[in-house]
């Protein structure tokens, strides 16, 4: 459980923080980047569920409490050493993952085929959503980058691959099942 009694500590105030293990680090350290924008998905979605319906709404406190769980996991390094911990490390597990891939496919069998890309936009609840997926696409450039330079746990770099293609897809599903949805048009302005 965690208890904050107390909110402002004055630690970072020379532009570092704290890691999951207690070690200090830039406030602009790839790990601090990686989830620091997963905190901006999370807040993203946040407006998101201003406009969503029960069933959505749902859907989408679930994912805010993985992107949580993912902010845990980013935020404590040393992934390769988790046996040897002295506790055990909140990390990102496959079910999460194998969990957005089904609710993609039942929202996705709502929906009829693309036969475009889809501009950003439609209904308000759609609009946030796409925005919400730019940002799960950088978080995910950050933490696969983080991955180039120090172990990451794998299932965290798929949840965020996956969560970006559920929130394409719940969108879609918002934009009346796709009917709204707004289609690129090749050249069309020229």
């Known amino acids: 459980m965690v208890v904050l ?3 402002y500590t004055r630690t970072g105030d020379a532009g570092e923080t ?18 620091g924008t997963v905190d901006e998905l999370n807040a993203a979605l946040g407006l998101a569920r201003l406009h969503a319906a029960a069933e959505i709404d749902a859907s989408l406190a679930r994912v805010q409490n993985d992107l949580f769980d993912l902010g845990a996991d ?32 039942a929202m996705n069998a709502r929906l009829d085929p693309l036969r475009s890309f889809v501009l950003p936009g439609g209904t308000a609840l759609a609009a946030h959503l796409h925005l919400a997926r730019t940002v799960a696409r950088r978080a995910e450039r950050l933490a696969v980058a983080l991955a180039g330079l120090e172990p ?24 009346d099942d796709g009917a709204s949805d707004v289609l690129w048009v090749p050249g069309a302005n020229r």
């Open 5 to 7: 009694n107390r909110i």
């Open 152 to 175: 990451v746990n794998p299932e965290a770099v798929r949840y965020l691959n996956r969560v970006s293609d559920w929130l394409f897809v719940a969108a879609r599903v918002a934009n």
């Open 74 to 105: 980013l935020a404590t390094p040393d992934f390769e050493n988790d046996a040897h911990a002295p506790r055990p490390r909140l990390r990102v597990v496959a079910a999460q993952v194998t969990r957005l891939e089904a609710e993609i496919d």
């Open 18 to 35: 704290a890691l999951g293990d207690g070690r200090r680090v830039p406030k602009h350290a790839p790990r601090v980047e990686a989830y």
